[in-house]
């Protein structure tokens, strides 16, 4: 095509993963094209880990607040306290913070548009042709297109390029998730994240109300087709206190429950973030995983660039699974179990008392590696668990 306007790379969706992908890429001096549709929010309690903002270079001034505690509320309303010794986990307004990812993706050199995804087309020379409704326009004729050397789809969870380009991309399994933003009220506890455990809030996954200083997320998810979120969320803001605060928006969408076995088309595509499936199962933590993820394919990307071979793609998924393969598989398999029913959720609190599993717990949220230091507790708590498991303890012990 005729003076179509080429780029190195064409990020497609601009949340974390695609904004730290276009960041890095426009930094190495590659010409780089974020595209992202415009009044995009995800629902996302947002919390943010100390590690994520040492690796990605996030300043203090982007949390909304710091929470120096999580308190967990079994079916029974039993409450265990996990405070953080000696840290906090941040928390940052999803509409803001992402809003600073791509305006520094912008900083670094990389071109920025608003524009719905179409679809992805092939030149006559086989260069990829990414095609989009510019602006808030959604529907009418007036689609461009731009060609691309490579192409990263970062565009969520519901992602078009993968279901476009990548195979296996139709067999993602999700939770569905719903949260509302609420005015904090004068007086509310914003130094801790509350997690219910309860299955009339969620039948297999958990609600949490989460503090963003002036404002506070209380959201809910689930992967049962036909439980009312809406209707949780309106009662787990009753159990909260939070029934008569101010609401100030509503949001849904999918959370991806497992990473896709392929990242990759085997030419010049590649997934990153929630496109790639890459949320943590029982936490639901996906903002450090999007910024890892977005880092490992545009790294993934440049070297695709630099030497041509397409094979350098598949690199961005075996080392995000080497990193993290095997904390997804011990989560996903926790959740399975311990979500499965109010008796299993009721000794999963009881679990949470326990000052080795808040121990253990903490270090590899925060840090994001294998807690080496203190084996014995590994031991303490395989055995521990092993007797919750049997039913050879009581829930409240």
Known sequence: MA????FDVVVIGGGPAGATAATDLAKLGRSVLLLDRAGRIKPCGGAIPPQAMREF???ESMLASQVNSARMVSPTDRIVNMPIDGGYVGMVDREHFDEWL???AATAGATRRVGTFEQIERDTDGTALVCYRPGLNRSGSDSECVRARAVIGADGAHSSVAKQCIAGSEGMKFVSAYHEIVRTPAGFDGSRCDVYYQGDISPDFYGWVFPHGETTSVGVGTAIEGFSLRSACTELRRRAGLADAETLRREGAPIPLEPLRCWDNGRDIVLAGDAAGVVAPASGEGIYYALAGGRLAGEAVAEFLTTGKA???????????????KVFWVLGIMQRFWYANDKRRERFVSLCADPDIQYLTWEAYMNKRLVKARPGAHLRIFFKDMAHLLGLVSSRS
């Open 3 to 6: 003076n179509v306007e080429t």
């Open 57 to 59: 270079e996030i300043p």
């Open 102 to 104: 791509r305006e520094r």
């Open 311 to 325: 094979g350098a793609l598949k690199s961005a998924r075996k080392k995000f699974m080497k990193a993290h393969g």
